[in-house]
């Protein structure tokens, strides 16, 4: 029986920050890649953030960057243990409070969202690390304790960068701690292979292109690969699996770590109702007012269930194909599964990305298109934006509601820190919740769940078991040197574009140039030698 896994997040605030700056800075210059996830104060108009023109796209994530800000920032440091068991990893997270010192806007839904998810807004203002946005504005990046030195920290470190649904992310972090962010796309992406030379990985496009999963938000994919990995665990075979190890964390230290604690799923034995929209995209404008189950374990096992049903349906097409007999008109809906449950990623040999992203049709049609969960601007789905991983940043409508922030913040408190002494092992078996109906007890429980620290480590998660199932399954998998550990060569440089068949590719074009400002930062962080 697999057991519950407990993941500790240190909380970094203002008033703990220099203190624990020593082992974050050793945390991230000996991990062997990072995770970072962030919670925004809002994301604009969510119809320019789908626009058909990438470029178009960019530029309103742009005035985004530029007009709100990163509430609060994880960062996941999954180091590889040479001593252990294939595949095993030191996991130290990290969820920095920040406090923007300049005006921003922040949006009325994004609050709601938030504040649903167990975001304090009272503790951001009041112990928030404070920074400034843009270019450097008196101090210099590479040195103090700050966060825009530890991003430089970050860079120096030369780590594989891993986000889920990365392009906002990347686009806020550069403005945020970096400097202004360039006018053109590819002066943009031409800095950012650049920065980040080791690479950098987008789970959402992982989780659709390599892993083909029913669905891609972030918690269904964390729980859907936590769950693959644990029964390999338990099956006693040689099915790919990965281990995660945690510090311990003793006398004072304590105080700061936040225990997140991810039950082992069981089965279901009940018929609960599940909310299709949350089943589809991770997220429901209900929010824990739905009457509906919005329980992610219930919809990966009733997801499982019908791909065995549709495997079965079409084998027995197939015998009645060969048969001569006459095959049945193919259903679209699963048994036991919500009618409009779109099962997008399904592997089907004959279906294509592009069939199966015009296959998407929003359940639940509403005005205007929105973001996922996974903030996904889906024209299909509809949908507000954030519930996952990603998603604690923003939500639905868009009402630039102005709201002046200056420099005191705190967000939540809560991760943990890095001195941490023994390794506490996790097996990186189960870690997920139950599936009887939704109360409200349990919403409100499930309330804190989504926070930047703990997203980062479900991001760096879902990447460590693609890693070692693409690996030990040989799908595309290339002899690499040790160094470069066995990562993901097909999803390299790849950053998902909600609505496109084909991802944005991260690297320099010979018609582009990198930014002045981006020369000048890269002279500072590694002294020319880039």
Sequence with gaps: MESSLVVPVIDVQNDNFKE??????VAIKTSSFLALDTELSGLGNRKSLLAESIEDRYKAICHAARSRSILSLGIACYKKLDNKAADTYLVQVYNLTLLCSEEYIIEP?????????GFDFNK???????YCKGNNKGGSDDQGVHIRALFTELLRARKPLVLHNGLIDMAFLYQSFYAHLPERLATFTADLSEMFPAGIYDTKYVTEFE???TASYLEYAYKKCKLDNSRSLTSGGTRPHVHVEFCQYAGHMSTYVDYRVCPAVASAEAQTVICPRFSAFGWCSNGTQCPLSHDTDLIILQDEKGKEDKRKKRKR??????GGGDVAEDSSIFNGAPENKIAHMEVDREETPDDRQKATADPCPETEPLMDSDRNSQHNEGENMKTDSKENRVCEDNTDSVTTATADEDTNTKTNTEDGAENSTGDGGEALGGHSARTDAQKTAEAGTHRAGF???MTGYVFAYSCT?????GVGAVEETEAEQSWLSTCLNKVYLSGKAAPLNVVKSTFSKSSKAHMQKMEMVWGGRM
């Design 109 to 117: 839904q994004s609050v709601h969202f938030l504040v649903q998810h």
């Design 469 to 473: 199932l693409v690996k030990k399954e």
């Design 20 to 25: 624990l700056w020593p082992a974050m800075v």
């Design 317 to 322: 097409h197939r015998e009645k194909r060969r």
């Design 455 to 457: 997203d980062a480590f």
């Design 211 to 213: 892993l083909r999963l």
């Design 124 to 130: 951001q203002y009041a112990h928030g690390i404070p």
